[in-house]
């Protein structure tokens, strides 16, 4: 158990429809970033977010946002969702481990969009 | 642009034998190494790293070698073992809290 907790853990919906998925990280992890991993891909990177504020943006799309809530929750909302879209959406938060940082994943959340 | 590259998609080895995984990279910049390992429906979880200032880590049977002339790491798996079977990720960083960058990985099967 990597700390990091994610919810949904599978998700359903048809297209054009929004979604908003959630990630708790390791207590006292100021970091979480959001990743997508579709099928036969590695993990991309989507967006990175350090005690409640945007730190840095990878490949993310317009019509998905996020944000970093005082308690350092985190949310990724997903809308005009696209059959494309269907992955697996990993968050993580970073910490450190002998003095060398690392990311601590969460179990993911599976989207399915029909 | 994939900054970070495994280009075998995946490796198969007996077991007892040596698994070595390979992954490139292009930025010269990036200054930490890190590999994942990651079974189905589960996420990935931290395995071994190496900062540049190093050319090898040691962890009991992982072994990460780094050239950083090459831009190439490498894992190394001695003996490999059948629950050593799920799919790495190498992955890499320039300066503490930036963005990592995670190759396509790579599925390595441990056969009994």
């Known amino acids: 158990d990597s700390g990091v907790t994610q919810t949904p853990k599978h998700l359903i919906t048809a297209t054009g429809q929004r979604v908003t998925l959630r990630c708790s990280p390791r207590?006292?992890?100021?970091?979480v970033y959001w990743y997508q991993q579709s099928l036969d891909q590695g993990l991309q990177f989507l967006i990175q977010?350090?005690?409640?504020?945007?730190?840095a943006k990878g490949n993310i799309l317009e019509r998905f946002s996020a944000q970093q809530f005082p308690d350092l929750h985190s949310e990724l909302n997903l809308s005009s969702l696209e059959l494309g879209d269907s992955a697996l959406y990993f968050c993580?938060?970073?910490?450190?481990?002998?003095?060398?940082?690392?990311?601590?994943f969460g179990p993911g959340t599976r989207l399915l969009v029909l | 642009d994939q900054q970070v590259k495994q280009n075998s998609p995946s490796l198969s080895v007996q077991e007892g034998r040596i698994s070595i995984l390979n992954c490139d990279y292009t930025n010269s910049m990036f200054d930490y190494f890190l590999w994942y390992k990651k079974y189905p429906a589960e996420g990935p979880t931290f395995l071994i790293s190496i900062s540049s200032i190093k050319d090898k880590n040691e962890d009991g049977r992982f072994t990460v070698f780094l050239n950083k002339s090459a831009k190439h790491l490498s894992l190394h798996i001695v003996p490999s073992q059948p629950g050593d079977s799920a799919v790495y990720f190498c992955?890499?960083?320039?300066?503490?809290?930036?963005?990592?960058?995670f190759g396509t990985g790579t599925s390595l099967t441990v056969i009994p």
């Open positions: 993580a938060s970073s910490g450190y481990r002998a003095d060398q940082e690392t990311q601590y």
């Open positions: 207590s006292g992890d100021l970091s």
């Open positions: 977010y350090y005690n409640g504020e945007e730190r």
């Open positions: 992955a890499a960083s320039m300066n503490t809290g930036n963005q990592f960058y």
